[in-house]
């Protein structure tokens, strides 16, 4: 699935999605461009027990994590950041004993 497509239906569902709204008035708020009947069993399909589920076991897993999962390079400004910080660490002892 394409980063693009599930970024879109994520902030689709987050735009409409109310935890105080039931299911049938979550199907009256049909977003442009989208049929009835799709949206009804988008709707269902993220209201069902097993993706709810699914969705808190997710984030639990998220917050374990503590290397940032990178399946490219690295961004130049993330490597320029981890780069300054390197050096910072190296040299602050140096000119902390050399102000003394």
Known sequence: ???KYRNGKLNMWSSVYDTSLSREQL???VPDG???DQWSLFVDYHLRAEYQELCQKNTEIRKKQIIPHTGDSKLLSRKQNEM?????????????????
């Open 27 to 29: 199907i009256a708020k």
């Open 34 to 36: 989208i049929h009835k």
């Open 84 to 100: 300054s910080l390197a050096f910072w660490k190296a040299n602050a002892s140096s000119i902390i004993n050399e102000d003394s």
């Open 1 to 3: 699935m394409s980063r």
